[in-house]
């Protein structure tokens, strides 16, 4: 079943059509959310995305741009957080880094997450959108709210910023 069909039955009133959505998009949402912020804030994040998907499903009045709207509302899950965030100031943690295995296919993803997580957010953001969320340039632009261009620059520029930390580290491009 399509999901445009999915959010008219739940503007309906169908409980199980919520439930079909959610478990088509739990995963996708909680993925964007886990790669934007750390595992133990997505949980609590990707609730905050669905409370506010179910509150504002009655509203929405193109249900084929749900994949857009739904990340729309992902991303500002995610702003909200890390405003609140920043906003207390806190002091960095002294934890230390988890032991790197000695597979080299784990150290070469740790190192990608490591690069990733090292970008400013807007870059990440679009990296996270565009590669690893599947999504089209109108459709990361449309939830980002900027102009096509300005992700096409974004992107150039998160590629460039992944590729030299990655080189930095001894990577080949």
Do not use: N
């Not at 912020?37 to 990707?46: G, I, P, S």
């Not at 749900?66 to 957080?81: E, G, H, K, N, Q």
């Not at 690893?132 to 109108?138: A, I, K, M, N």
């Amino acid at each position: 079943m399509t999901d445009e069909l999915l959010v008219l039955r739940c503007q309906l009133g169908e409980r199980e059509a919520f439930a079909e959505l959610v478990r088509a998009w739990h995963v996708p949402v909680w993925t964007y959310v886990r790669r934007m912020l750390d595992a133990e804030r997505a949980d609590d994040v990707t609730q905050e995305v669905w409370l506010a998907v179910f509150r504002g499903l009655p509203r929405l009045k193109e249900p084929a741009r749900f994949t857009p709207w739904l990340f729309t509302i992902a991303r500002r899950a995610v702003t909200d957080r890390l405003r609140e965030e920043y906003g207390r100031a806190e002091t960095p943690s002294d934890e230390e880094p988890p032991a790197e295995d000695v597979v080299t296919a784990v150290v070469d993803r740790a190192e990608l997450v490591a690069g990733l997580s090292a970008l400013p957010v807007l870059e990440r953001e679009i990296l996270v959108l565009y590669y690893l969320e599947d999504l089209s340039l109108r459709e990361c632009a449309e939830i980002c709210a900027v102009p096509s261009g300005t992700v096409k620059s974004r992107l150039s520029r998160a590629r460039r910023l992944l590729r030299d930390h990655l080189v930095e580290k001894g990577f080949q491009p």
